[in-house]
């Protein structure tokens, strides 16, 4: 069992910045692959970004150049660097990790997720 909890989540200006932050507990997350997804008002939840283990990294074209996502795991710590935020970004960001290599851009592959964290980019 991993428990997941996000924060940093807030309201910020477009074009401002966020870091937020996914803390894994119980069993060790390294082994884990970990994501971030996102899900707007009325919209279904959608993949933003992946990380592998081994250090290798996914974006959603919506976020690439502007979004990053990093792991501690001497913190058991996934976190999501989020620059020049638009209102379009606006959404509850979850992490999740998943015990899948493969297909990680799908929320169904993944076995647990956190309690999500609210991000607000007013237009």
């Known amino acids: 069992q991993v428990q997941l909890v996000e924060s940093g989540g807030g309201l910020v200006q477009a074009g401002g910045s966020l870091r937020l932050s996914c803390a894994a507990s119980?069993?060790?997350?390294?082994?884990?692959?970990m994501g971030w997804f996102r899900q707007a008002p009325g919209k279904e939840r959608e993949f933003v970004a992946v990380?592998?283990?081994?250090?290798?990294?996914y974006y959603a074209d919506s976020v690439k150049g502007r979004f990053t996502i990093s792991r501690d795991s001497a913190k058991n710590t996934v976190y999501l660097q989020m620059n020049s935020l638009k209102p379009e970004d606006t959404a509850v960001y979850y992490c999740a990790a998943s015990n899948n290599r493969m297909m990680v851009t799908t929320e169904r592959r993944y076995d647990y997720w956190g309690q999500g964290t609210q991000v607000t980019v007013p237009s």
């Open positions: 119980g069993r060790t997350f390294s082994s884990y692959v």
């Open positions: 990380s592998w283990s081994g250090g290798n990294t």
